[in-house]
């Protein structure tokens, strides 16, 4: 059973920028597609990015210019950069990891493709 474990949240000002990271337990981590989504309080769990094995990254467009996902493979730790916060993107974000390997997406993927999911770390942003 792969662990994942988020860290990074926090609380910062409108414009301003945070880096989450999630380091996962698992040896085959490079080949999964890891994705990152996020839930604000008396709203649904929403998609925000996703890397795939290769490396093809996957926005939704609210973040799309702003946030940034990357992997370190030798690390089995996905990061995902957030530039100029604004306070919709305050939430819970969370850390998930595709059901397959070496999957790759046309468009987004969804909620459903992703088995396994950290516990979530805290995004404040304050106006």
């Known amino acids: 059973q792969v662990q994942l474990v988020e860290s990074g949240g926090g609380l910062v000002q409108a414009g301003g920028s945070l880096t989450l990271s999630c380091a996962a337990s698992e040896r085959t981590f490079s080949r999964y597609t890891m994705g990152w989504f996020r839930q604000a309080p008396g709203k649904e769990r929403e998609f925000v990015a996703a890397?795939?094995?290769?490396?093809?990254?996957y926005y939704a467009d609210s973040v799309k210019g702003r946030f940034t996902i990357s992997r370190d493979n030798a690390k089995n730790t996905v990061n995902l950069q957030m530039n100029i916060l604004k306070p919709e993107d305050a939430a819970t974000y969370y850390c998930a990891r595709d059901n397959a390997y070496y999957t790759y997406y046309k468009t987004i993927p969804s909620e459903a493709d992703f088995g396994a999911w950290g516990q979530g770390t805290q995004v404040t942003v304050s106006p």
């Open positions: 890397i795939n094995s290769g490396g093809s990254t």
